[in-house]
């Protein structure tokens, strides 16, 4: 059961479906990893000032966990390895973005979280398809 949590995912026999899953995963993990994750790390007192006034407690751990949410998530998800669980720390991440802190803001400057939370939700339910590295520790695992 964890396995199938962890490194499953659907079945897609489709060799151009896997090969669509492999681009999204590499362009949308890397471009979080790189250009929004990295650059959190460490986390600057604005972004700890700005994740307590988000009303969470111990603000400098969360602000540490989004950072590494973003960074390591992304690194995870375009690797194909762990993909559901980062594809779940991705996604909290920007739902926390898209409806806490840009909530009161126009769409337009929640669009690109709530695209990320998308694709995180996509992840979440299909896995990463074949070429993967959670595809080839499956198969191991069998």
Sequence with gaps: MI???????????????????LILRLFAGLTMAFAHGLGKL???????????????PLAGFFAWAAALGEFGGGLLIALGLL????????GFTMFVAAFMQHGADPFQKKELALLYLA????????????FSVDSLIKKRME
């Design 3 to 21: 396995n199938r949590i962890f490194f499953g995912g659907a079945e897609i026999e489709c060799k151009l479906a896997n090969v669509g899953l």
């Design 42 to 56: 460490p986390p600057s007192e604005g972004m700890v000032g700005a994740v307590a006034k988000l009303g969470f």
């Design 83 to 90: 993909t559901r669980p980062g594809a779940f720390l991705m």
């Design 119 to 130: 694709i995180s939700v996509m992840f979440l339910l299909v896995g990463a398809g074949k």
